[in-house]
């Protein structure tokens, strides 16, 4: 999750449209809370030669796992690809062909759908999501949690919703006085999106919380009855750690107080916690993060990507 500047409003603010709904009932199988975290010691995914490497995103793939991650160079943030078979090795690394604008093509959202591959990321100024290259999201309108940019798309698909599948976009608003909140929004073809009319559906936490300065990246699964959120909280020293919500429709969320949010235990992630991904399993989740040493609110913090996983405890 970055500090992302406070530009001017363009005409685009003014496209969303807003409605009421909720997501279909969640999944009764799978993992349920209350979770345990045990992450490996190492990064799975170094820098290298790059500033920072953050943002995974994983789907299975053609008998693989495809991760489109995010690297900072120092002036630009574009997409990098990358394959593996033990989801700890990672090979074929090699950018990924997206459209930039303003030194923005990344920190995006990965779903397979069949053999194709669907991705949804940050691009521009003011900063808005896109998909294939066009603006599919944008900020809000004047006043609103989202008026500066729209950022950090998580998206799913939830097969059982009424009238047949829907497109669920979890993302960061930031409105004209730097607070970044999460909001949802719905899509029947990924594309025309309609935004939760009650947004935001997460807010900071109270002073003195891991959470205060902000909330972004979102990921969200269904399991054990439950909706469930990890997101990355930003707290007064700039450190990042990694918070757990819950939520019975996907659209009224609550934290989830009874789970430590998750700090880096390593001297690679000690100050930065950031950016998780999911996969869920039998009995357990899967999470990709990512993580870095240097307390600051946007790049620069050495980031590298890691792996861990919430046990469920049931």
């Keep these: ?91 074929n690394r090699a950018p990924v062909d997206l459209p930039s604008e303003g030194g923005m093509a990344a920190n995006g959202s990965l779903l397979a759908m069949g053999t194709d591959l669907m991705y949804w990321y940050e691009a521009g100024a003011p900063p808005h999501i896109a998909l294939k290259g066009q603006a599919v999201l944008t900020a809000g309108p004047l006043g609103g949690f989202d008026e500066i940019a729209v950022a950090d798309p998580d998206v799913i698909r939830a097969s059982g919703a009424p009238g047949g599948a829907r497109f669920f976009l979890y993302y960061l608003g930031q409105d004209r006085a730097q607070r970044q909140r999460l909001g949802v929004a719905q899509s029947t073809d990924g594309i025309h999106w309609t935004k939760f009319r009650d947004n935001p559906i997460l807010e900071p936490g109270p002073p003195g919380s891991f959470d205060e300065r902000g909330v972004g990246e979102p990921a969200v699964w269904t399991s054990g009855g439950s909706y469930w959120m990890l997101y990355t909280g930003r707290a007064r020293d700039e450190t990042r750690r990694i918070g757990l919500a819950k939520s019975a429709d996907g659209v009224h969320w609550q934290r989830d107080t009874s789970f430590p949010p998750i700090a880096g235990d390593q001297p690679w992630n000690r100050a930065v916690m950031c950016d998780p991904s999911v996969e869920v399993l039998a009995g357990k989740i899967r999470v990709w993060f990512g993580g870095g040493d240097v307390p600051r609110p946007d790049q620069n913090i050495h980031g590298q990507i890691g792996m861990g996983f919430l046990f469920s405890l049931r």
């Design 1 to 91: 999750m970055r500090t992302l500047l406070a530009v001017a409003v363009l005409c685009i603010t003014g496209c969303s449209r807003y409605a009421d709904f909720t997501l279909p009932p969640p999944d009764p199988s799978g993992p349920r809370g209350p979770f345990h975290w045990s992450a490996m010691p190492n990064p799975v995914i170094d820098r290298g030669d790059a500033v920072d490497v953050l943002n995974p995103s994983v789907v299975r793939s053609g008998g693989e796992s495809v991760n489109f991650y995010s690297r900072y160079d120092g002036k630009a943030w574009s997409t990098m690809r990358a394959t593996s078979t033990d989801f700890v090795t990672w090979q």
